[in-house]
């Protein structure tokens, strides 16, 4: 595994599923470093079917954390947000979608019709 100190300043250390290696993970690494990673590409289902043993390992070490008072319930929400979707946010830019709204000036440039 790569340390967190090796990554260069807004990367992310992607974590695959599996207790073990999620609660080494928060261990070893910052928190503003770890993302959540389903591990797979192509439809949708599968992104969910790979993050959802993952998220449920980090639930699982969390709630450890929190019952053994290693951590208060705020602490472990707090990374869980950070690790879950937070860090990818930030480090790949990503923002909510916006809605679409039909344009009122249809062919500039827009073939869809419809502006964000």
């Given at each position: 595994m790569t340390s967190g100190a090796s990554l260069k300043p807004g990367a992310c250390w992607e974590v695959p599923g599996g207790r073990p290696v999620v609660?080494?993970?928060?261990?070893?690494?910052?928190?503003?470093?770890?993302?959540?990673?389903?591990d797979v590409w192509g439809p949708a289902e599968l992104h969910h079917l790979g993050a959802t043993p993952w998220?449920?390992?980090l639930a699982r070490v969390l709630g450890?954390?929190?019952?053994?008072?290693?951590?208060?319930?705020g602490q472990a929400a707090r990374v869980a947000a950070m690790v879950g979707a937070g860090n990818?946010?930030?480090v790949y830019d990503l923002t909510a979608p916006q809605a679409l709204t039909p344009?009122?000036?249809r062919g500039r440039g827009r073939s869809h019709g419809l502006t964000p």
């Amino acid at each position: 595994m790569t340390s967190g100190a090796s990554l260069k300043p807004g990367a992310c250390w992607e974590v695959p599923g599996g207790r073990p290696v999620v609660a080494q993970s928060l261990e070893v690494a910052p928190f503003a470093k770890l993302c959540c990673s389903s591990d797979v590409w192509g439809p949708a289902e599968l992104h969910h079917l790979g993050a959802t043993p993952w998220l449920r390992a980090l639930a699982r070490v969390l709630g450890e954390f929190v019952a053994d008072g290693e951590w208060s319930a705020g602490q472990a929400a707090r990374v869980a947000a950070m690790v879950g979707a937070g860090n990818a946010r930030r480090v790949y830019d990503l923002t909510a979608p916006q809605a679409l709204t039909p344009s009122r000036s249809r062919g500039r440039g827009r073939s869809h019709g419809l502006t964000p």
